[in-house]
């Protein structure tokens, strides 16, 4: 019997058990253990991968094997198995935010390497697990458009990379301007000040 490759695998959804060759004939019976349980299979193919395992360290041995007339001498190889979980990102759902505000995303893993995008003034790259959001990263990449997409990619310690987006859209706040100052002479001819209003239709304050 030989084994197939080990190795590390990020989340449990790429995680890959070894595969296990025979020579012999069919059928086949054999004891294996993950270095946590102990198996026993019956099978008439040629290999045999066991199921995926979950999150943890395995290490793979044969403990004994026969087909159809003999049992085989128990092999001392083994294989190894590590499955770690995907660093966290979750940035939230899409948002808009006013000209003159700001929040701070946070996606703090330990052990974990960060990188975001945009780039936080137009040249320098931000490395740190927290990123302020506001008009800087607009003003500061070009083309300049009043809709961002912000990325953060996260990389484990064991080489796991997961990344995030959120949407957010800048507006400008509503602005209001008047016909200015006048002098009227009387009573009869006077008139307000008219007010015109701008961006109403966006929900910031002035």
Same mark, same amino acid.
């Given at each position: 019997?030989?084994?197939?490759?080990?190795?590390?695998?990020?989340?449990?959804?790429? /995680?890959?058990?070894?595969?296990?060759?025979? /020579?012999?004939?069919?059928?086949?019976?054999?004891?294996?253990?993950?270095?946590?349980?102990?198996?026993?299979?019956?099978?008439?193919?040629?290999?045999?991968?066991?199921?995926?395992?979950?999150?943890?360290?395995?290490?793979?041995?044969?403990?004994?094997?026969?087909?159809?007339?003999?049992?085989?001498?128990?092999? /001392?190889?083994?294989?190894?198995?590590?499955?770690?979980?995907?660093?966290?990102?979750?940035?939230?759902?899409?948002?808009?935010?006013?000209?003159?505000? /700001?929040?701070?995303?946070?996606?703090?893993?330990?052990?974990?390497?960060?990188?975001?995008?945009?780039?936080?003034?137009?040249?320098?790259?931000?490395?740190?697990?927290?990123?302020?959001?506001?008009?800087?990263?607009?003003?500061?990449?070009?083309?300049?458009?009043?809709?961002?997409?912000?990325?953060?990619?996260?990389?484990?310690?064991?080489?796991?990379?997961?990344?995030?987006?959120?949407?957010?859209?800048?507006?400008?706040?509503?602005?209001?301007?008047?016909?200015?100052?006048?002098?009227?002479?009387?009573?009869?001819?006077?008139?307000?000040?008219?007010?015109?209003?701008?961006?109403?239709?966006?929900?910031?304050?002035?």
């Amino acid at each position: 019997i030989t084994f197939g490759e080990g190795g590390l695998y990020c989340g449990e959804e790429e /995680s890959v058990a070894p595969t296990f060759t025979v /020579s012999g004939v069919a059928p086949f019976r054999f004891t294996y253990t993950d270095g946590i349980e102990q198996f026993t299979e019956d099978f008439s193919g040629k290999t045999f991968t066991p199921t995926a395992p979950g999150i943890g360290e395995y290490t793979y041995r044969m403990n004994a094997l026969e087909d159809a007339y003999c049992s085989a001498d128990t092999t /001392s190889q083994t294989t190894i198995v590590k499955v770690v979980a995907l660093p966290t990102v979750e940035l939230g759902a899409d948002t808009t935010l006013c000209y003159g505000e /700001s929040f701070t995303l946070n996606v703090h893993n330990d052990g974990a390497t960060y990188s975001w995008l945009p780039l936080r003034d137009g040249v320098h790259a931000e490395l740190k697990e927290s990123y302020l959001v506001d008009t800087a990263i607009v003003n500061h990449n070009f083309p300049i458009s009043n809709i961002q997409e912000i990325v953060a990619t996260v990389t484990s310690a064991e080489g796991c990379v997961v990344k995030d987006t959120v949407v957010v859209t800048f507006k400008e706040r509503p602005a209001v301007s008047n016909t200015g100052s006048k002098t009227y002479c009387g009573l009869d001819e006077a008139q307000g000040a008219t007010f015109t209003l701008s961006n109403t239709a966006v929900a910031c304050r002035m």
